[in-house]
């Protein structure tokens, strides 16, 4: 790992044909959590103990996946 701030000083990263490199940080935006996730191995970094498992796909499908409630409620559950 690349201690922090880090930057990228050459090369390409390339996804379904597109340099992730050259994207504006909207469409990384777009890209993250649909295309491209980081699956943390120690649980206790990656979910939060104080919400439910339900809370958690609340939250995916509202703001990743733009769904309305009446979508995203009934897929949560």
Same mark, same amino acid.
């Given at each position: @790992?690349?201690?922090?701030? =880090?930057?990228? %000083?050459?090369?390409?990263?390339?996804?379904?044909?597109?340099? +992730?490199?050259? /994207?504006?940080?909207?469409? @990384?935006?777009?890209?993250? =959590?649909?295309? %491209?996730?980081?699956?943390?191995?120690?649980?206790?970094?990656? +979910?939060?103990? /104080?919400?439910?498992?339900?809370?958690?796909?609340?939250?995916?499908?509202?703001?990743?996946?733009?769904?309305?409630?009446?979508?995203?409620?009934?897929?949560?559950?």
């Amino acid at each position: @790992m690349v201690r922090k701030p =880090g930057k990228v %000083v050459g090369g390409k990263i390339i996804l379904n044909g597109r340099d +992730l490199m050259r /994207l504006s940080d909207a469409e @990384m935006r777009e890209i993250r =959590g649909r295309e %491209v996730a980081m699956i943390f191995q120690d649980p206790r970094a990656s +979910l939060n103990p /104080l919400l439910t498992v339900g809370q958690l796909l609340r939250q995916v499908l509202r703001h990743r996946r733009k769904l309305p409630a009446n979508q995203w409620k009934p897929r949560a559950r």
